[in-house]
C-alpha cells in the first residue's frame, strides 16, 4: 500500500484547507482510513477516520465540527477538510491505512502511512 499526501501550505487563521491522500495498491475496500497530525514537539495524535467501504467516519471530539474526512472511490483519494483554521493546528498531517479494520484513535492500529503534508497556520 502507498499513500500519498498532499495540500498542505501557508494559511492565515480563520481560513480553510483541504488536503488529499492518494492510496494504491490496494484493490479491495476492507480498510480504513485515518488522518493524523503532529506538531513540533508533540506527539502525533488522531484527527479523523473513515471505513472506506461504508463511508462510516469518526472525528476527534476536540475538532470535530472544524474538520471532515471524505473519501471519493473513484479516485481512491481520502480528504480532510480544515476550517476555521487556528495557529494551533499548525501542523504535519499525515494519512494512514488500517488493514485490519480495527479504526479509531489508536495510532499503533494503523500499518501504512504516507509521508506527511505540513500545514502552517498563520495569525
Known amino acids: 500500500v502507498q499513500l500519498q ?3 498542505g501550505g501557508l494559511v492565515q487563521a480563520g481560513g480553510s484547507l483541504r488536503v488529499s491522500c492518494a492510496v494504491s495498491g ?3 475496500r476492507n480498510y480504513v482510513m485515518g488522518w493524523f497530525r503532529q506538531a513540533p514537539g508533540k506527539e502525533r495524535e488522531f484527527v479523523a477516520s ?3 467501504r461504508l463511508g462510516r467516519t469518526y472525528h476527534s471530539d476536540s475538532l470535530k ?3 471532515t474526512i471524505s473519501r471519493d472511490n473513484a479516485k481512491n483519494t481520502v480528504f480532510l477538510q480544515m476550517n476555521s483554521l487556528k495557529p494551533e493546528d499548525t501542523a504535519v498531517y499525515y494519512c494512514a491505512v488500517d488493514p485490519n ?3 479509531g484513535p ?3 492500529n494503523y500499518d501504512y502511512w ?3 503534508t505540513l ?3 498563520s495569525s
Open 5 to 7: 499526501a498532499s495540500g
Open 26 to 28: 490496494r484493490t479491495d
Open 50 to 52: 473513515i471505513t472506506w
Open 65 to 67: 465540527g472544524r474538520f
Open 101 to 103: 479494520m480495527t479504526g
Open 106 to 108: 489508536n495510532l499503533r
Open 114 to 116: 504516507g509521508q506527511g
Open 119 to 121: 500545514v502552517t497556520v
